[in-house]
């Protein structure tokens, strides 16, 4: 076991990217089928208990996360994507960068980040008299993108290769900084907007995913 956290621009990991058989179902398994019966509990559990806020916290990463992997795959298309699963690794490849268990957990991720937040959600550290400070949600988003960011460390450290890093220059830093801080900051601020400006951020997101899902897929694209 060991943390990797650059990529190495080797050819063994640029045939490992070349070798992904994307939306195949030659490892498929009943996990597949667990693993979205849990979700699904999880989302209508919230939807019960009228969670909006948890809910919208959910689908706003969610929604982030697939336009970050629809782009990747696009990416992938041309070139080499920034971030890879491996054949090896899972059950069900849906995009280049992403399998049907990381997307799953990443469905979970926001609401997740939501509730460890405080009671007080307009509570800020350091603050002086009142005044100034950090706000709790910003902190917890960086918080826990740290978290993912470095245990993409060591899935990309596995045997398995369960993430695949191809460039260089990408790895921790950027996955933390680029990625996944704007997925938390979703998830952390979005339920608190006007609902007008909440539900416009997340029909955006969700029909511009529907969107170039619908246009790339068929292109043969992604």
Same mark, same amino acid.
């Given at each position: ?5 650059? !990529?190495?621009?080797?050819?063994? #990991? ?38 909006? /806020?948890?809910?919208?916290? !959910? ?29 090896? #690794? ?6 280049? *960068?992403?399998?049907? /268990?990381?997307?799953?957990?990443? #469905?979970?991720?926001?609401? =997740? ?18 005044? *100034? *400070? ?42 933390? =900084? ?28 969700? !029909? ?11 292109? *043969?694209?992604?």
């Amino acid at each position: 076991m060991s943390f990797v956290f650059w !990529g190495d621009g080797s050819q063994a #990991s640029m045939n490992l990217v070349d070798s992904i058989r994307v939306r195949s179902t030659e490892n498929f398994n009943w996990t597949f089928i667990f693993i979205l019966a849990v979700v699904f509990y999880v989302y209508w559990s919230e939807f019960n208990k009228k969670n909006t /806020e948890v809910l919208c916290a !959910g689908l706003a990463l969610y929604g982030v996360h697939w336009l970050y992997e629809i782009c990747n795959a696009v990416i992938g298309h041309f070139a080499y994507p920034l971030w890879s699963v491996s054949n090896e #690794s899972t059950t069900f490849i849906l995009l280049v *960068g992403v399998c049907w /268990e990381l997307s799953m957990m990443f #469905s979970l991720a926001g609401m =997740i980040s939501f509730k460890m937040l405080p009671h007080d959600r307009t509570k800020r550290y350091f603050a002086k008299n009142g005044k *100034g *400070g950090v706000s709790c949600k910003l902190v917890g988003a960086i918080e826990m993108a740290l978290l993912f960011a470095l245990f993409e460390s060591f899935l990309a450290g596995t045997s398995n290769h369960s993430f695949i890093w191809v460039y260089k220059w990408w790895g921790v830093l950027p996955v933390f =900084i680029t990625t996944y801080i704007p997925f938390f900051l979703a998830s952390n601020y979005v339920p608190d907007m006007e609902p007008k400006k909440r539900k416009t951020f997340l029909i955006t997101v969700w !029909g511009l995913v529907a969107l170039l899902l619908v246009i790339l897929i068929p292109a *043969g694209i992604i």
